[in-house]
């Protein structure tokens, strides 16, 4: 009875842990909102974006929602040039795995809560 009386308390606290917004949404006109989220890649600001808009349409108590549009920007990195293409080449081979670590990618969800 205590392990079954655990096991529902952390399955309480994990899943209500979840339910916080993590990016940033704002109410549009037209019951739209538009939810940015930032992450380090593609798959984790989807689903940041998801969890964003799960939340907000449970909070207006219509589950679901429908994405509208979706934007993805992804810095480039820098473009240097010394006129030489030896060492250009080199700068933008040096530069690449820096570059690949420290993007950030921001992805902006439009989307509408279903009913």
Do not use: W
Not at 62 to 88: C, W
Not at 100 to 105: D, I, L, N, P, Y
């Amino acid at each position: 009875m205590k392990i079954l009386r655990s096991l529902i308390i952390v399955t309480a606290t994990v899943s209500a842990g979840c339910a916080t917004i993590q990016g940033s949404v704002v109410p549009m006109e037209g019951g739209q909102y538009k939810a940015v989220s930032i992450a380090g890649n593609k798959y984790t600001a989807h689903k940041i974006a998801d969890n964003d808009a799960s939340v907000t349409c449970k909070k207006e108590k219509r589950p679901g929602y429908i994405v509208l549009s979706q934007d993805v920007h992804e810095p480039k990195p820098p473009e240097m040039q010394t006129g030489n293409k030896f060492a250009d080449t080199a700068l933008q081979i040096a530069s690449y795995g820096y570059h690949e670590k420290h993007k950030e990618v921001e992805l902006t969800t439009v989307f509408k809560c279903n009913g």
